[in-house]
């Protein structure tokens, strides 16, 4: 939708909000049903500004005994903050508040669903929070565990999947620091392919990419005795990934999946059965994914995602000048894909 078009929108909300003949309730909860479509449009700055200025509004209508509707916007505004870009942690901070104050309401007066959506978006908070030490982790796998009691596989497959995901994340996330370690690895790789059993290529095409893509880095860099058979199940998850995502239609997506399909191969021999023969020719396979991760970052933007690329491609150079000269008459052909 056109910008002008999104102004005109939000500014005939604004003025039905300000209708003195329509009751407050109606008013807030129009205002709310905008904000909450202009998130759902492609998002920029400004929409979301507007979005949170608009759930401000429509709390500043919505009448104190309104505890509930009261509580969804405050929710749904809590999303749209947590969307917002910025360099510190003032809108995850926001969204966090908002959310521990709709969350009592919503569990007393809500729906479960709605209740479970919440923490969910809570536990995301609460997440992103956590990778600067502000809150433990602990805090965000609680608040996915307790949305799973919602969102079970049999009714609801994509909730299920989503939550497995964030869970696996959040696993992984913690320092490898104790002799629980390999636990939560497990743990992880269990909960990605848990959210596989319930979503599929046709129904669920960005989840089940994301799923794949996230299970493919947990086995590569599990501290694994079985780092061979790990990392051809890892190859194969990224595989599946970009039967979605392509270079067209998910560009970022699908550079992010074949740089992690190249970190893969560069440790595969190209022979599992004979890992002894070498790796020219997944080397080459790797460097071709990195090169053109490289272009589709720096195309996008992402400076610092195509530097780290490019530094892998100089590394993969300077090791194959090393491989021995027998090795150089293996060709391309074995490259695993």
């Not at 003195?20 to 205002?31: D, G, H, N, V």
């Not at 920029?44 to 500043?60: G, I, S, W």
């Not at 709709?102 to 923490?119: C, N, Y």
Request: aromatic letters at 6%.
């Amino acid at each position: 939708m056109a910008a002008g078009r999104v102004a005109e929108e939000v500014r005939a909300a604004l003025a039905a909000a300000q209708d003195e003949t329509a009751e407050p309730l109606e008013r807030a909860e129009m205002l709310m049903e905008v904000a909450m479509g202009l998130q759902q449009r492609p998002k920029t700055p400004d929409q979301l500004n507007t979005a949170v200025e608009l759930y401000e509004e429509a709390l500043a209508i919505c009448p104190g005994e309104s505890r509930l509707l009261r509580a969804r916007i405050t929710a749904r505004k809590a999303t749209a903050l947590h969307a917002m870009p910025e360099e510190g942690f003032g809108f995850l901070e926001q969204a966090r508040a908002a959310l521990d104050e709709a969350i009592p309401i919503l569990r007393e007066k809500g729906r479960p669903e709605e209740l479970a959506e919440a923490e969910m978006n809570l536990g995301v908070v609460l997440q992103n929070l956590a990778g600067a030490h502000r809150v433990r982790i602990t805090d965000a796998i609680a608040a996915y565990q307790r949305a799973l009691r919602v969102f079970d596989k049999a009714k609801y497959p994509q909730e299920f999947a989503i939550l497995q995901n964030n869970l696996a994340t959040a696993f992984l996330s913690i320092p490898f620091t104790d002799r629980r370690a390999k636990m939560r690895e497990a743990l992880a790789v269990q909960a990605f392919e848990e959210g596989l059993k319930v979503i599929n290529l046709v129904d669920h095409p960005s989840e089940y990419a994301m799923l794949q893509n996230n299970l493919g880095n947990a086995l590569q860099y599990a501290s694994s005795s079985h780092g061979l058979e790990n990392n051809l199940r890892a190859l194969d998850a990224y595989e599946q990934a970009l039967k979605v995502r392509s270079r067209d239609r998910t560009p970022l997506e699908y550079a992010n999946t074949i740089a992690n399909k190249a970190n893969c191969l560069w440790n595969l021999p190209d022979d599992p059965e004979n890992p002894d023969a070498g790796n020219r020719a997944n080397l080459l396979s790797a460097r071709s994914c990195y090169a053109e991760a490289r272009e589709i970052f720096m195309a996008h933007g992402e400076r610092e995602r195509a530097r780290i690329v490019a530094e892998a491609v100089g590394q993969i150079e300077r090791e194959m000048l090393t491989l021995p000269p027998a090795e150089a008459t293996s060709g391309a052909s074995g490259a695993g894909a």
